[in-house]
């Protein structure tokens, strides 16, 4: 083969190369990005992928070429030319790859460094994860001691979460921030988040975590910072006084039980829509049947559903709280019969 070709050959792999990799990198196939977490993995990615596109399409091309150009003509069985090592090839193809390899391993070190690195002063926010809801409590800030089962930040601020688990293991995730962390019974995980879009994004349980998994979802909104100073003042100051819908929405039952009140419409435990005949069938006053069927799910069990279904970690509500929930679901029972 005549050099001329060949330089003509390389040519034509390194433009489809290039042309394969624009595609690639030119078109935006990844979701929106709403931190500085998820822009520097998004960056490792496309670092990546791109390195692994060119390489790929460059091999291809050439493999390919000379399949087509220099097969054997029907009938000739001769063997071919003899041909020996080439020393200048094997060190650009032995150096090329290892110089790749070792810029990706830098850059990933580098980026998994900066993205567990919260600072000096971070909004520090304790995420509880329980069959089937998330609830966020803020540490310090403008909202320190408020709890919410949205997740509200503070735009271009970082942001530690401290995750935990009340009872199996869960998984934070929420795409546009672009990392996932479990909440492991016993343990605390944590994740920095740095907010650099408003907006709101979904909140979701990525660990299978029981019947009401694909139902474990919330919000997170992020706001420009004085926004948030102000829905942080307004919940320490009107939030005291728990309300029995509130309760029941924050706590996630709706994603497991029926209540037409609450506009509920889950079916994975019993409908409590039907508490006051449950209570008769249980042979209880219905105050009594709600509290007990909420602290301890195991003592009456409404046939048709197994032992160990409803979580045992609603006895743990502040008084206020529960009393106001089966105020409520007294209430709307009495108004549903
Ligand atoms: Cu919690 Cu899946």
């Given at each position: 083969?005549?050099?001329?070709?060949i330089?003509?050959?390389?040519l034509l792999a390194?433009?489809i190369?290039?042309?394969v990799?624009?595609v690639?990198?030119?078109?935006?196939?990844l979701?929106v990005?709403?931190?500085e977490?998820?822009?520097?993995?998004d960056?490792?990615?496309?670092?990546?992928?791109?390195?692994?596109?060119?390489?790929?399409?460059v091999v291809a091309?050439?493999?390919?070429y000379?399949l087509?150009?220099?097969?054997a003509p029907p009938g000739d069985?001769?063997d071919?030319?003899p041909?020996?090592?080439?020393?200048?090839?094997?060190?650009?193809?032995?150096?090329v790859?290892?110089?790749?390899?070792t810029?990706?391993?830098?850059?990933?070190?580098?980026?998994?460094?900066?993205?567990g690195n919260?600072?000096h002063?971070?909004?520090r926010?304790?995420?509880?994860?329980?069959q089937f809801?998330w609830?966020?409590?803020y540490?310090?800030?403008?909202?320190?001691?408020?709890?919410?089962?949205i997740?509200?930040?503070p735009?271009d601020?970082?942001v530690k979460?401290?995750i935990l688990s009340k009872?199996?293991?869960h998984s934070?995730?929420?795409p546009?921030?672009g990392?996932?962390?479990?909440?492991?019974p016993?343990?605390v995980?944590h994740?920095?988040?740095t907010?650099?879009?408003?907006?709101?994004f979904?909140?979701?349980?990525?660990?299978?975590?029981g019947?009401g998994?694909?139902?474990?979802?919330?919000?997170s909104?992020?706001?420009q910072?004085?926004?948030?100073e102000?829905?942080?003042?307004t919940?320490k100051?009107?939030?005291?006084t728990a309300?029995?819908k509130?309760?029941?929405?924050d706590q996630?039952?709706?994603s497991?039980?029926?209540l037409a009140?609450?506009?509920?419409?889950?079916t994975?435990g019993?409908?409590l829509?039907k508490l006051?005949?449950?209570?008769?069938?249980?042979?209880?006053p219905l105050?009594e049947?709600?509290?007990e069927?909420i602290?301890n799910p195991?003592?009456?069990?409404e046939?048709?559903y197994p032992?160990?279904l409803?979580?045992?970690t609603?006895?743990q509500l502040?008084?206020a709280?529960?009393?106001?929930?089966?105020?409520?679901?007294?209430?709307?029972?009495?108004?549903?019969?």
């Open positions: 083969m005549r050099r001329g070709s330089v003509q050959l390389v390194l433009v190369g290039g042309a990799t624009a690639a990198l030119l078109i935006p196939w979701p990005s709403a931190s977490e998820r822009d520097r993995i960056f490792v990615f496309w670092f990546t992928t791109g390195i692994a596109i060119f390489v790929f399409t091309t050439l493999s390919v000379a087509i150009k220099f097969r069985d001769r071919g030319p041909t020996h090592g080439h020393t200048g090839l094997e060190i650009f193809w032995t150096t790859p290892a110089v790749l390899v810029a990706i391993a830098i850059v990933s070190g580098i980026v998994l460094t900066e993205n919260a600072g002063d971070p909004l926010v304790q995420v509880v994860a329980q809801a609830s966020f409590t540490e310090n800030g403008p909202a320190k001691g408020v709890a919410s089962p997740l509200y930040l735009i601020r970082k979460l401290e009872d199996v293991i934070f995730w929420v546009e921030f990392q996932k962390q479990d909440a492991v016993g343990g995980n994740l920095v988040i907010p650099n879009k408003t907006g709101t979904p909140v979701i349980c990525t660990e299978l975590c019947l998994h694909a139902l474990m979802r919330s919000r909104v992020v706001m910072p004085g926004a948030f102000k829905w942080a003042r919940q100051g009107g939030g005291a309300s029995g509130s309760v029941f929405t996630g039952c709706g497991c039980h029926t009140a609450a506009g509920a419409k889950g994975i019993p409908d829509d006051s005949q449950e209570a008769q069938k249980a042979g209880k105050d049947f709600v509290k069927s602290v195991n003592a009456y069990l046939p048709g032992k160990g409803m979580p045992q609603f006895g502040p008084k709280q529960l009393d106001a929930l089966v105020e409520y679901l007294v209430k709307s029972a009495k108004g549903a019969k």
